[in-house]
């Protein structure tokens, strides 16, 4: 089964920035639309970020973002590396949680994301 891998995650002080990354061995991701959730112990998932997949010789159409992170996170593309990143900046305590990466694996997929391959995580701490 085809798993997404993050890696990035870590302990950072309130307002410090850390970047994810997210790979898909074996896929070119810029044909496939990539997001990030995250999820909070007793706490339903949340769509973070979203990067729309390009069709063949098409522009990308469509990044979307949550509202609690709109202006501080960014979701971006290194197709030389064939991985999507999450900026994060100006973290705060409620940023504090496991980050995953996923992704849907059919050519031109957009957002909002209907996932079909999950990583398993990194965890993001923001303390003091």
């Known amino acids: 089964q085809v798993q997404p891998v993050e890696s990035g995650g870590g302990l950072v002080q309130p307002g410090d920035s850390l970047r994810l990354s997210c790979t898909v061995p074996g896929f070119t991701l810029d044909y496939y639309a990539v997001g990030w959730f995250r999820q909070a112990p007793g706490k339903e998932r949340e769509g973070v970020a979203c990067s729309s997949g390009r069709a063949m010789g098409g522009s990308r159409g469509i990044t979307d973002y949550a509202d609690s992170v709109k202006g501080r996170f960014t979701i971006s593309r290194d197709n030389a590396n064939n991985a999507v990143y999450l900026q994060m900046n100006n973290l705060s305590p409620e940023d504090t949680t496991v980050y995953y990466c996923?992704?849907?694996?059919?050519?031109?997929?957009?957002?909002?994301?209907?996932?079909?391959?999950w990583g398993q995580g990194t965890q993001v701490t923001v303390s003091s």
């Open positions: 996923a992704a849907n694996l059919n050519f031109a997929s957009t957002c909002p994301l209907n996932a079909d391959s």
